[in-house]
């Protein structure tokens, strides 16, 4: 009788607490999909997430753009300071979904009229950008769709200061010092910030949970645990959509059609707008007028070379100079000693032979 209650209480507990799933850089999956990129944000979207999840940069001209790097060099394979260019030369490189880096603005613009697109918003840095952020946000009317993240207190007190009225997430560091803020997040899991934070009725959340089990472990009550961050948010939602206290928000195992605005340009050069956007058998389709669904698959992208997310260690045989992107011309200044292990983030193909992302802007081959 007692794990039958467990069971009970482990399916609606989500439900009723409101379990947070949260687009770790869209539904990137882990490089499938281009982080940051439009693609793996409607995915995302159309699986009815909580959050998506948005790093942010400032360019030279003060432009808010959507990157986790201040550096164009692991996603887009060219070595590019982004707070060294301005907007519009930034939008001259593609990633491996064939697009170009997005300002916030496009991001708000594209989801403004789906009341259900929340987002997460990290600042750079100590906050510098927290001015400009804000006025973004008051600009699109965002307020009660807003989350605020930082690892700095800095850039969290400047927030509160600026935005008392929009919650604010602490990530990593002590979860005692959480402070004015409403949630704490971390890498890892332990106990003891659970309780104390359930004990300040605060919200505690994990990123880097990417696994089914790891799912399901976090999903179980006694954990505390009220949202994961993930790089895997459609797996997390159709484990989420198991029990029948969540398909109520689903058509069967069909996710449903969402709002959106987004400028297309299909196969044939001609350019369509969409207003909607769905989920079906794993594949993106999008409305367009006058009254006609258009597979992703019919949209243009651009050709790209660029790298590919993923992650793994690597075995250096030799002294192996770093390079700073995918020309391979220009020296970071460093050299790996011979028989060495590194771990690398990023991959693509250089001459035919696969080469490694380091971090930022650091490639040997």
């Known amino acids: 009788m007692k794990k039958l209650i467990t069971l009970i209480f482990l399916a609606i507990f989500p439900f009723t607490c409101g379990f947070m799933n949260i687009a770790h850089r869209g539904d990137n999956e882990q490089g499938k999909y281009a982080e940051h990129s439009f693609a793996a944000y409607d995915r995302a979207v159309c699986a009815q997430v909580d959050y998506l ?7 030279a001209d ?3 753009v959507v990157s986790h790097d201040n550096n164009l060099s692991r996603v887009f394979g060219v070595d590019q300071s982004i707070e060294k260019n301005t907007f519009k030369k930034l939008t001259n490189y593609r990633n491996q979904s064939g697009e170009s880096i ?4 496009e991001v708000f613009q594209r989801y403004q009229n789906n009341p259900q697109v929340k987002f997460m918003l990290e600042p750079k840095g100590n906050g510098e950008d927290a001015k400009r952020i804000v006025k973004l946000v008051n600009k699109y009317h965002l307020q009660k769709r807003v989350l605020f993240e930082s690892f700095s207190d800095s850039a969290l007190s400047k927030l509160a200061r600026l935005a008392p009225e929009i919650p604010r997430t602490q990530l990593a560091g ?6 004015r803020s409403q949630d704490f997040a971390a890498s890892f899991y332990t106990s003891d910030a659970a309780n104390y934070l359930r004990d300040k009725n605060k919200k505690y959340m994990l990123w880097g949970v990417n696994s089914s089990k790891q799912m399901y472990k976090f999903l179980n009550p006694d954990k505390g645990v009220t949202g994961l961050l993930t790089d895997f948010p459609i797996r997390l939602a159709k484990i989420l959509q198991e029990n029948n206290y969540f398909r109520i928000h689903y058509q069967s195992i069909i996710f449903p059609t969402e709002k959106l605005a987004a400028n ?9 707008q969409a207003d ?3 989920l079906v058998n794993n594949q993106l389709w999008y409305h367009v007028q006058p009254n006609m669904w258009v597979s992703e698959k019919n949209l243009f992208h651009h050709e790209s070379s660029a790298p590919r997310a993923q992650v793994g260690l690597v075995k250096v045989d030799k002294a192996t100079p770093v390079w700073t992107d995918l020309s391979f011309k220009k020296s970071a200044g460093k050299t790996l000693r011979a028989h060495s292990h ?4 990023a991959i693509a193909k250089y001459h035919g032979k696969r080469v490694y992302n380091l971090g930022g802007n650091q490639w040997i081959k």
């Open 276 to 278: 909607q956007v769905k």
């Open 264 to 272: 297309l340009k299909l196969k044939n050069g001609n350019q369509v």
């Open 342 to 345: 590194w771990n690398y983030f």
């Open 174 to 179: 002590s979860y005692k010092a959480i402070g």
């Open 102 to 105: 997005h300002s916030l603005e």
């Open 62 to 64: 003060h432009v808010l």
């Open 53 to 59: 999840e948005l790093d942010l940069q400032e360019s």
